[in-house]
């Protein structure tokens, strides 16, 4: 199984911040990678798919990029509803795979 | 608009068996993918199985292989997880996602979970 490593495992951060997430995978997985938002007892929410593609809905301050094992999720400006955790997700091979997750937190 | 409703909450009994529900809607529901994740407290969202809803082939996670049943009803739209043998450490949330977009025998090679249930909890405990 490929195993998804992110980093940091969490931040505090301020509105307005810009905001990195690192994802590794353990082998290379081309662009077959996807972020998600999960708020508190809810589900995901796909926000990147295929590495750099912004999903229909996702505001812009949103991005993505990376290919092969190392990958990136950016907040340019953080909003007070970006307080969440972020996930990555290979779908190169199966089993498809997560990262532990990244909690952001308000400073 | 396209949507997951899964069932409601379950608790259950160490040794017993558990059957969730994921009704879809708002598209067409055999030319996709339908996949079960399940997130336990605190822990990394962990993928179980597929199901083609088109053509029904299943595909398992090994860490459930012989425990977790996925199957389809094309009449009903709806797509059931039974997992078996239950115990503590299956307490969790679980969760049906939408995948692959698949047209005849073909399905995308790049995909991703872009449609969720809100989950189903499921509790096990004596």
């Known amino acids: 199984d490929i195993q998804m490593t992110q980093s940091p495992s969490s931040l505090s951060a301020s509105v307005g911040d810009r905001v990195t997430i690192t994802c590794r995978a353990s082998q290379s997985i081309s662009t077959y990678l996807n972020w998600y938002q999960q708020k508190p007892g809810k589900a995901p929410n796909l926000l990147i798919h295929a590495a750099s593609g912004l999903q229909s809905g996702v505001p812009s301050r949103f991005s993505g990029s990376g290919s092969g094992t190392d990958f990136t999720l950016t907040i340019s400006s953080l909003q007070p509803e970006d307080f969440a955790t972020y996930s990555c997700?290979?779908?190169?091979?199966?089993?498809?795979?997560f990262g532990q997750g990244t909690k952001v937190e308000i400073k | 608009q396209a949507q997951l409703v899964q069932s409601g909450a379950e608790v259950k009994k160490p040794g017993a068996s558990v059957k969730v529900s994921c009704k879809a809607s708002?598209?067409?529901?055999?030319?996709?993918?339908m996949h079960w994740v399940r997130q336990a407290p605190g822990q990394r969202l962990e993928w179980m199985g597929w199901i083609n809803a088109g053509n029904g082939n299943t595909k398992y996670s090994q860490n459930f292989q012989g425990r977790v049943t996925i199957t389809r009803d094309t009449t009903a739209t709806t797509a059931y997880m039974e997992l078996s043998s239950l115990r503590s450490e299956d307490t969790a949330v679980y969760f049906c996602?939408?995948?692959?977009?698949?047209?005849?025998?073909?399905?995308?090679?790049?995909?991703?979970?872009?449609?969720w249930g809100r989950g189903t909890l499921v509790s096990v405990s004596s």
């Open positions: 708002g598209y067409t529901f055999t030319n996709y993918v």
């Open positions: 997700q290979q779908s190169y091979s199966t089993p498809p795979t």
């Open positions: 996602a939408r995948g692959e977009y698949c047209s005849g025998i073909t399905c995308s090679s790049y995909w991703s979970f872009d449609l």
